[in-house]
């Protein structure tokens, strides 16, 4: 018989059921276990007992992240999901923000190679431009999410144990951070290992400052998409005209890894909507958005799957793309 450990770890503990529902003594058994090992993975980094202990302390169950981690927006069919984020408020806070931070987004994109559009896009479609950074504590996000949420614990987790070492790398204020549900924090909502991993001091003050200072989160986020391999002035996504559904075997992108090339999903019943020069030997997905009336298919390219890296839901995705042509097209017009 498996240990109530290793059963919360496969996750046949009543995942799907609300924590609310389960008994309570049996969540806080699990809990217990899993702060043990949290602790021994944390000293053997080299904290003190007493450290990880207060660090631990710090951290209370909220029910309100366990609630939004199981309704995202994500999971909204598409023609309900873009109007939250494609909006003209929004448009012209980023050419607003990008005419303010014209010098810093230009070297980023020089520097990392990264276009410029999709930089103002992510920190746009994250946070509004700093406006809307989230309040959920991010200590309490982490620590309900990685304690009390066995489809994904061994994830939060880790990155509870991430924020520990980023808070002691950084100087940073447990009790202050505020951020996303999932615990993602700054202009663009950096979860802790990618904080630690892709932030930069973009303005050379010797501070990875990624919750204050817009010009190091510039430079990291275009650091970021450099990172998982972003290539500038590259096609990302083109419309597909379909004569009657996808066709089989075809199947739409649902997280895995690249495996089609763009001959591979052409052909006379799925064509490009538009002509254009295309290398088909390059990898390659197929993206669906629900529309009211019927689905639209898109063929998505390297530069998409790089986007899915930040956050792996094709309608974030086709979000950010979108919203970053809509900047290009009005930047260019200025």
Request: with cysteine.
């Amino acid at each position: 018989m498996p240990t109530l450990l290793a059963t919360l770890l496969m996750g046949t503990i009543c995942i799907t059921a609300p924590v609310s529902a389960q008994s309570d003594e049996t969540i806080e058994q699990a809990a217990a276990l899993l702060k043990s090992e949290f602790h021994d993975t944390q000293r053997a980094l080299g904290f003190s007992d007493t450290e990880i202990n207060s660090f631990l302390s710090s951290g209370q169950f909220n029910q309100g992240v366990i609630d939004a981690m199981t309704k995202p927006w994500e999971a909204k069919p598409w023609h309900q999901y873009y109007p939250i984020f494609l909006t003209e408020k929004r448009l012209q806070a980023g050419l607003k923000f990008w005419k303010e931070h014209e010098a810093t987004v230009e070297r980023a994109a020089k520097e990392f190679n990264v276009d410029p559009q999709i930089i103002i896009a992510i920190i746009g479609i994250e946070t509004f431009y700093g406006g809307y950074m989230g309040n959920y504590p991010v200590v309490d996000a982490l620590y309900t999410l990685g304690f009390y949420y066995p489809p994904r614990a061994t994830f939060f987790r880790k990155e509870l144990g991430n924020l520990q070492s980023l808070a002691k790398e950084e100087g940073l204020n447990i009790q202050e951070l505020k951020g996303s549900y999932a615990g993602a924090m700054g202009y663009g909502q950096f979860i802790p290992s990618s904080y630690r991993h892709y932030a930069v001091d973009f303005d050379n003050d010797g501070q990875r400052d990624l919750l204050n200072n817009p010009v190091d989160a510039i430079g990291s986020v275009a650091n970021y998409f450099h990172q998982h391999g972003w290539v500038a002035n590259a096609p990302v996504a083109i419309p597909l005209a379909e004569t009657d559904g996808l066709p089989k075997p075809l199947k739409v992108w649902s997280g895995e890894r690249l495996h089609y090339q763009v001959s591979d999903i052409l052909s006379p019943s799925l064509a490009l909507a538009e002509s254009i020069d295309l290398d088909v030997s390059q990898p390659a997905l197929v993206i669906e958005l629900e529309q009211e009336a019927k689905s639209e298919y898109w063929l998505g390219l390297k530069n998409f799957y790089v986007i899915t890296r930040y956050n792996r839901s094709p309608l974030y995705a086709m979000a950010v793309y979108q919203f970053s042509q809509q900047l290009k097209k009005a930047h260019d017009a200025q």
